[in-house]
């Protein structure tokens, strides 16, 4: 049994008020979220706030606040099930809204970086434990008996006595209790609901197409708004014609926006390519939709300029934008010519590589390349402001809103504590979310008109506007000794405008001679997070690169890699290796054992593994040729990611970002001619589709000690160079380009 | 503006809309019925598909102004009344297909569409037929799942 001292968290996290003691806050059921409302049991209107967390009926129903915001990794549920698991609760009773976003009472309400569910478990098992022991304690007062006499289970608090009571019965006075300095939590083995499978507690709501989304919101008094960006980075606006579009039908108002007042220091993930945008309110979508197209423009190009941005940590950097149209065959120019003669920064260095390259008897060496990426979220970018002379309401979809409440603050003028924002479901974040330009633009559009303002992005405008997966290009060398031994090991990385930068993931740490370099390429082309950054490229770079070499060696792709993590096991090269090697090698054992690779026989199957955000995962493709595209037959996924919460969930999820890596290496590019995206709508830019996906995809967990480690990135980057590897088997080709739809296409003509 | 009387989810509607406003944001901004989705405004994600005398429409590219006296069936109206779900709904709840959920709308009102002319599909008839709808997050296989579930329904 685990003790753990509440104290650290009781002013902030666990305190139901500011009043001594916790005093019981209950509010009216017609204001409470509408999950609940659609939901109520039947009950009278009060809740008792145990915690920030968790809130219980008289009538027993449990409520917990996600403080997260949910994006479909299904925090809805997970958060729930740990807290209810500690609760002793009976699941049926439990519900979830999205908590308010309050910094004083929740951290990182942020949902970024697979950490959610890892960083949350202790403090939700925290709460579940101390409003339990808060119930037991005003079981015991009422029937004056010791506290640790009373007995917990599905929501029901007995003593050996004969008495028992509901929760509900209890709630009120276990709410005026003070929290307990110390709480026990459950012996792992005594799970009953962490490690289970339980059904998306917002799944009702979904399938009857409830009101849950940003795009959704519908205020008060609300107008509608569209903004119109520069057709090609490098380009702004010079004039344009407001008054004929400020005639048409249900336009109200036509003006630009500067984004950034000229001292502004901008926030790290303050990332916005136009700097000025035009701004169209009107009534109706439809409305805005017909303006904007009309809507006539001179665009003129833009000097390079300089701004300070700050990172993460608060120092501050003076970033150029350099001038310019740009191309991608320029781009893949630039850095194809990096990755063989550019100056380059050194990373990591352990023994004498270049020595090893000069006494091998055989290298190998290729070179990968991977283009930008549109993120696609299906909901398409949208946000709500109104924004008073003194104060500010902000709703919308947003993975982060402590991440851009300063932001948005300094862009409007305002003290920060003076904006509120409401978090609502996501269509989808994949990292696009953690940007705060389109709030920025409606809070500064909200400003002007002194109304409610609901900006909405077309697909045109989300694809276009910027913040892409950089684009890529990594050469791999190694150098083999005359036994096949890799005595080597060379990766020169580059991107545009930002490179992979993991010098010390695997194979680091299994070669006694290693040198990592890297490069960027600079532009005026915006980038950002993408699901897995960097690891959904190097990915490919590096298992696909392992491939090849196990081939080069005569070795087994899978037997390879195993000696390698046994090198780095039991005698690592260098301090600062990023992975645990035996936990590696436990998901390639895996997914060899489950989908019986030692008997493949003729089956194109191929293999790769990686990890990234604290997890491990490895993923085997079974595939067919037909008609010169390849049929996944299964995709067999071995994962590490420490404690599973919601089994299902967990395997929808590896699920998802399986097929997502399927689509983005298969399909996904977006191009540029004279700084202009070469794809403007899901038409052109081909996403993964229902007929091109895995017919099956099997997903296994290992079983360890670990709490949770991330979930929704590590799926997704060992998938492209497993069905590059499969696909050579089938074809003989080996898929060294993203997508790899272009190579398809050339082998079949 | 014109005004339109229209016949959605078995409801007499009365809207004053542009004619060639496209029955999706007749449906959202008009309406405030927002459970029919945009997703890409061009015919090419599904998002927004509705039920047109039964087939399955992306009304993203139909005018209010052809509508007529055709009977639109949205999500809102997909179930069979307020306690019976449609087939679809439960196996979709059934199987937990939904991450984000954004496009389940839109596939299941293509799944619907689907299994009201076939209501057996094979995967080859599935994927054939639901390929105009986009999963951003990748639930394809729990979608396959889920029609088979509610063809044998
Ligand atoms: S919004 Fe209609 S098909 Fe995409
Ligand atoms: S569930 Fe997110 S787009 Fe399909």
């Known amino acids: 049994m685990e003790i753990l001292k509440t104290s650290f968290g009781r002013r902030s996290f666990l305190k139901a008020s500011a009043a001594g003691g916790g005093l019981a806050l209950s509010f009216n059921l017609a204001t409470a979220p509408n999950a609940l409302a659609a939901d109520a049991k039947s009950a009278p209107s009060e809740w008792f706030e145990l915690n920030a967390v968790l809130s219980i009926q008289p009538s027993g129903a449990i409520q917990v606040r996600v403080q997260n915001p949910e994006f479909g990794q299904g925090l809805m549920t997970t958060f729930p099930m740990i807290a209810a698991e500690e609760l002793e609760a009976n699941w049926e009773d439990v519900t979830s809204v999205t908590a308010p976003y309050d910094q004083s009472r929740y951290k990182m309400q942020l949902s970024g970086g697979s950490w959610s569910t890892s960083m949350n478990y202790p403090g939700l098992r925290m709460a579940g434990a101390t409003a339990l022991h808060m119930l037991k304690t005003a079981a015991a007062n009422a029937w004056n008996v010791p506290v640790e006499d009373v007995n917990a289970a599905n929501s029901v608090l007995s003593h050996s006595g004969g008495k028992t009571a509901t929760y509900g019965e209890m709630a009120a006075a276990a709410a005026i209790l003070p929290v307990p300095e110390k709480v026990a939590l459950k012996d792992k083995k005594d799970f009953s609901i962490i490690g289970t499978s339980r059904k998306n507690l917002t799944g009702s709501q979904v399938v009857k197409g409830d009101s849950l989304f940003g795009i959704d919101v519908r205020e008060k008094d609300m107008l509608r708004a569209v903004v119109v960006h520069a057709p090609a980075f490098g380009l702004t606006v010079d004039s344009f014609d407001a008054e004929s579009v400020k005639r048409m039908p249900g336009i109200h108002d036509v003006f630009t926006i500067k984004m950034y007042p000229d001292d502004l220091v901008r926030g790290f993930s303050d990332v916005a390519a136009f700097r000025e945008v035009i701004a169209i309110v009107g009534d109706h979508t439809w409305q805005l939709m017909k303006a904007k197209k009309a809507l006539k423009v001179n665009w003129k190009v833009e000097d390079s300029y300089s701004f300070t941005s700050s990172d993460f940590f608060g120092n501050q950097n003076k970033v150029t934008v350099p001038k310019g149209l740009e191309d991608t065959a320029t781009h893949n120019a630039i850095m194809a010519a990096m990755v063989e003669t550019g100056e380059m920064e050194t990373k990591r260095k352990d023994g004498d590589p270049m020595a090893a390259f000069a006494n091998a008897a055989k290298v190998v060496e290729h070179t990968y390349h991977a283009p930008f990426l549109a993120h696609n979220t299906l909901e398409p970018m949208n946000f709500y402001a109104d924004v008073k002379e003194d104060s500010a309401m902000l709703i919308g979809p947003h993975q982060g809103p402590m991440l851009i409440h300063n932001t948005v603050a300094a862009h409007i003028g305002l003290p920060a504590e003076k904006i509120d924002f409401k978090m609502t479901r996501m269509g989808g974040g994949f990292g696009r979310r953690l940007y705060p330009h389109w709030a920025t633009e409606v809070s500064l559009i909200s400003q002007r008109v002194k109304r409610p303002v609901h900006l909405i992005y077309t697909r045109e405008d989300d694809m276009t506007v910027g913040v892409y997966r950089p684009s890529y290009t990594i050469k791999m060398r190694a150098a083999l000794d005359a036994n096949n031994k890799i005595i080597g090991y060379h990766v020169r990385s580059a991107g545009t405008p930002e490179a992979c930068s993991f010098p010390n993931r695997f194979p680091a740490g299994a070669i006694d001679n290693y040198l990592w370099e890297e490069s960027p390429n600079v532009s005026n082309i915006t980038v950002g997070a993408f699901r897995a950054p960097n690891s959904n490229f190097m990915a490919s770079a590096e298992q696909s690169f392992l491939d090849e070499l196990a081939e080069a060696m005569g070795a087994d792709p899978i037997q390879m890699r195993l000696d390698l993590l046994k090198r780095a096991q039991e005698n690592p090269v260098g301090t600062d290796n990023d992975y645990d090697a035996v936990r590696y090698a436990s998901v390639l054992e895996l997914a060899r054992d489950k989908s019986d690779w030692n008997n493949r026989g003729d089956k194109n199957m191929g293999v790769a593994a990686y990890f990234c955000h604290n997890s491990y995962c490895c993923n085997i493709v079974d595939i067919d040729m037909k008609n010169g595209l390849p049929v996944i037959n299964s995709v067999t996924s071995a994962l590490d990611c420490g404690q599973v919460v919601n089994y299902e969930g967990a395997i929808n999820m590896a699920q998802g970002g399986i097929v997502d890596g399927v689509g983005i290496s298969m399909f996904g590019e977006m191009t540029f001619v004279e700084g202009q995206p070469q794809h403007k709508n899901l038409d052109t830019y081909r996403m993964v589709r229902i007929n091109e996906s895995p017919r099956a995809i099997d997903v296994h967990f290992v079983k360890n000690e670990h709490g949770p480690t991330g979930l929704g990135e590590p799926p997704m980057p060992p998938t492209p160079p497993a069905l590059a590897n499969a696909m050579y088997k089938a074809t003989g080709h080996r898929f060294r380009n993203q997508p790899f739809i272009t190579d398809l296409e050339t082998l079949k003509s | ?153």
Not at chain 2, 55 to 62: D, E, F, G, I, M
Not at chain 2, 111 to 136: E, K, T, V
């Open chain 2, 1 to 153: 503006m014109t005004t339109y009387s229209l016949n959605i989810n078995n409801q007499n509607i009365v809207v004053d809309v542009d004619p060639d406003t496209p029955m999706l944001w007749v449906l959202r901004d008009s309406l405030d019925m927002v459970g029919t989705k945009f997703g890409c405004g061009a015919g090419a994600c599904g998002a927004c598909t509705v039920h047109i005398n039964g087939a399955a429409v992306r009304s993203c590219q139909l005018p209010v102004s052809a509508v007529g006296e055709a009977n639109i069936t949205t999500i809102e109206g997909l179930a069979y009344d307020a306690t019976k779900l449609h087939p679809v709904q439960e196996a979709w709840l059934a199987h937990d297909v939904a991450q984000c959920g954004y496009c389940q709308p839109g596939q299941m009102m293509s799944a619907a569409a689907l299994l009201s002319q076939n209501p057996n599909p094979s995967d080859a008839d599935i994927d054939a037929f639901m390929q105009g709808n986009i999963c951003r997050c990748g639930t394809y296989t729990r979608i396959r799942e889920a029609i088979k579930t509610a063809a044998k329904a």
